[in-house]
């Protein structure tokens, strides 16, 4: 028997002439399996039953499962279809097996006392249900499914912020359910207003993003914007939501992320308040917040929950500490290799007298103590808990002792990168951390150049680059610059009393919070 692979126009073009032979003909090209789910239901249940046993590979796949009853009321078979180890086994039965049962009514709608019933008539819906944790009801002589949502979703507690440590500040954090997420929001949240809108993404793996916003504040450009971003995705599998962020940022290269992670649902419900958008995903315990600026990585949401005085002074002890994180490591490097005028007699005499035995150039010093600090801290990430702070210590203890002890650093280039290093943990939030660290390599690299000068070229770049960014066409350094009217909450904020405006720079609906 001859195999003749040919595609499923041309078998319509030349008729039955081959199979008429006995030949087998394999289909290749637009006839698949994955088109099957297209077709529309039939009224033959056990028609629909076998495809979609096919579908799902009914007997190999272990946790898809099948249940047929005769319904009281109107005294048909029903079959149900559902995931197993997704749903909720017990309100399957309460809510759905034991109305059927017993029950008299009209309808499945006045039987069925779980949420509302969806009505679906083609099994590419029935499909996507199926997968989202819903149980799916086939009935006799009808063309008509029905979805009823069950899912049981497994996820951990709501637990303590692990990455936004703050002392007043309320203690719950997002968790990977996305259900729970919505309803931290809400918590915070009470208005009519506030919008959870649910965009699928992925081909293959379909998985909602929920879009929140404020109907009546929001800025209709920019929700237009992020749902064309969504709509526009052509990918398989969009698992959760920091792969989201990489998907839809306008700037893939940028060292500066364009949107705002966080785990807190009082920071993201500051930020709706606010009039920006929030984006939340099953299987993520964080949020995404747009458009941001600069300053939305700066803040730190236990400033408004501290008094004026102490939030400002946090904020200062922040900027200095982002200052030194950035520049101490290069203008050591700029000082000492061009500029030694400037360093008093004595510091300058205690600095020769301690390099007199390393052999190595002060730049190359500078960033052999920046690499070792980074992979202490990368490790000590990687370590298991019990031992990751114990390592990260002893780590850097001996490795700067040693360094010192065999005049390949001198003390004073420990005490700067020892510096650079724990200034960088007061800006908390973790893209900017890494754009701080990156930053830093390349200010080191510029300083070795011409000092001062090249390192003042330098960093005027990196500030002009900072000002050409836009998030969802808000500019990076607003409202310092271009400035707009807003709240001016920048560097510093205001009493929470005199804060009259929202950002304006992501032109609100109603730019006024109070009056």
Known sequence: ??????????????????????????????????????????????????????????????????????????????????????????????????????????????????????????????????????????????KTAYSVNVADFQHRGIEKPENENAVKAPKEAFTESLNVNISLVRKRFHDKQLIAEAKPVGNRSKLDVTIMYIKDVVNNEVLENVRE?????????????????????????????????????????SYLEDGYIVLLMENSSACLVLPVTFWSFFHSEEDRYLRFLFGNFSRLIRLVAFLISLLVSAV??????????????????????????????????????????????????????????????????????????????????????????????AVANISMNFTIRISRFLFIFAASFFGMLSLTGAFLLWVMYLASLRSFGVPFLSPLSPNYKSTNDTVFRKIIKNEYFRPGQIKPKDSRKKG
Not at 30 to 58: G, I, M
Not at 359 to 374: H, K
């Open 332 to 425: 050591y490097v700029a000082i000492t290799n061009y500029h030694s005028e400037m360093i008093p007699p004595d510091l300058l005499l205690a600095i020769v007298s301690a390099r007199e035995r390393v052999p190595f150039p002060v730049v190359f010093e500078i960033m052999l103590m920046e690499v070792s600090f980074e992979l202490i801290r990368e490790a000590g990430l990687r370590i298991p808990n019990p031992l990751g702070p114990t390592i990260g210590i002893v780590g850097a203890l001996i490795i700067g002792q040693a360094a010192v002890e065999a005049n390949i650093v001198s003390p004073i280039v420990v005490i700067v990168v020892a510096l650079s290093g724990l200034s960088s943990f």
């Open 229 to 269: 971003r969504l709509d526009q995705l052509s990918v398989d599998n969009v698992r959760n939501i920091e792969s989201l962020e990489q998907y839809i940022e306008e700037r893939p290269y940028s060292i500066v992320s364009s949107l705002l992670y966080t785990e807190r649902p009082d920071r993201a419900s």
């Open 1 to 142: 028997m001859k195999n003749i692979f040919i595609n499923y126009q041309f078998l319509q073009t030349i008729g039955s002439s081959i199979t008429n032979r006995g030949d087998l003909v394999f289909f290749k090209g637009k006839k698949t399996a994955e088109d099957n789910k297209q077709v529309p239901l039939s009224r033959n249940l056990e028609k629909n039953t076998a495809h979609l046993k096919q579908l799902f590979s009914f007997g190999l796949n272990k946790d898809f499962s099948t249940r047929e009853i005769t319904a009281r009321y109107s005294n048909k078979k029903i079959k149900l279809f559902f995931y197993s180890s997704i749903v909720n086994s017990t309100k399957i039965h309460e809510g759905i097996i034991r109305p059927l049962l017993e029950a008299k009514g009209e309808n499945l709608n006045s039987i069925i006392t779980l949420e509302a019933i969806k009505e679906l008539t083609d099994f590419d819906s029935i499909v996507d249900d199926i997968n989202s944790g819903n149980v799916v009801l086939l009935l006799e002589d009808c």
